[in-house]
């Protein structure tokens, strides 16, 4: 059984930046798990922010990066806003056709 | 405009079944990968099924022999068959297509899926 791990909760200071970080129980995270992120508020679909690790999607701005940070993919967010207050969720596309999501790291921006 | 537009859920029983659907506007069903994700209250994503364009098909395993995937290309809808349903099966339902670089792309608003006696 394959857990893709995540912080829990992560808290950052307005302007600040913040790294969150999504690893495998077992292993390492590569491009060839096509990492990809997606922020989520209460009560409300996922957004797409990042893709095939390091490619933002279409309106994400910029302050949003991706990458592999060590052996996770990792995102990275420079400038965080209050309204950046949000889930984040990493998701790797397993070779035998299964996709796989972290837990979840719950940002709090204060 | 692309979207993806999801059935009423409902209250089911435990053990008991439902279908539910997602009708897709805008790109065409059987020429993408599709995929449901679910969402249990206060919990996180969990991602639950995928139906490729060539029309293979996978299962998390905690719904695996339960739940089946499939499409009407007629009528550009995903649905998910979801029989013996279990307390834990409650959650928001969303369906999402999924691109050739695995990843999805675009989400609709989700069904809410209650399991209770």
């Known amino acids: 059984q394959t857990v893709v791990t995540q912080e829990p909760s992560f808290s950052v200071s307005p302007g600040g930046t913040v790294t969150l970080t999504c690893g495998l129980s077992s292993g390492s995270v590569s491009t060839s798990y096509y990492p990809s992120w997606y922020q989520q508020t209460p009560g409300q679909a996922p957004r797409t922010l990042i893709y095939?690790?390091?490619t933002r999607s279409s309106g994400v701005p910029d302050r949003f990066s991706g990458s592999i940070f060590g052996n996770k993919a990792a995102l990275t967010i420079t400038g965080a806003q209050a309204d950046d207050e949000s889930a984040y969720y990493c998701?790797?596309?397993?070779?035998?056709?299964?996709?796989?999501f972290g837990g979840g790291t719950k940002l709090t921006v204060l | 405009e692309v979207q993806l537009v999801e059935t009423e859920g409902g209250l089911i029983q435990p053990g008991g079944s439902l279908r539910i659907s997602c009708a897709a506007s805008g790109f065409t069903v059987s020429t993408n990968d599709m995929s449901w994700v679910r969402q249990a209250p206060g919990l996180g994503l969990e991602w639950v099924s995928v139906i490729y364009s060539g029309g293979a098909t996978f299962y998390a395993d905690s719904v695996k022999g339960r739940f089946t995937i499939s499409r009407d290309n007629s009528k550009n809808t995903l649905y998910l068959q979801m029989n013996s349903l279990r307390v834990e099966d409650t959650a928001v339902y969303y369906c999402a297509r999924a691109t050739k670089v695995h990843y999805m792309d675009v989400w609709g608003k989700g069904t809410t899926v209650t399991v209770s006696s």
């Open positions: 998701v790797l596309y397993m070779r035998s056709g299964i996709w796989v």
């Open positions: 095939s690790t390091d």
